[in-house]
């Protein structure tokens, strides 16, 4: 498995550089026929980045799809909220976790 998701890994790595960024994310996603919208490839493209680098290695790569590593997604939220900001925008997003009430 680990040889097939490298090969995988490499073939979208268009650049050589051995790190995916986000053009070459997006060229995987439209490889894959996923459609998904400006906003959602950035908060993948973030799930990946972990170290906000503007890029994600190998590792991050085989940690996120193998499940090794648990993503940060209120660092993802935090850099969503700033994105928006910085248009101009006022997005709500949930400042917590809500609880789902039962009723039985």
Do not use: C
């Amino acid at each position: 498995m680990d040889q097939g998701m490298e090969a995988w890994y490499r073939t979208f790595d268009q650049d050589g550089s051995d790190e995916i960024e986000l053009n070459e994310l997006v060229n995987m996603l439209k490889h894959l026929e996923v459609v998904v919208d400006d906003r959602l490839v950035m908060m993948l493209f973030r799930l990946f980045d972990r170290h906000n680098q503007g890029y994600f290695n190998y590792k991050d790569f085989v940690d996120i799809l193998t499940r090794r590593m648990r993503p940060n997604f209120l660092r993802i939220v935090a850099a969503e909220r700033e994105r928006y900001r910085l248009h101009g925008l006022d997005i709500k997003f949930p400042d917590r976790k809500r609880k789902v009430e039962v009723q039985t």
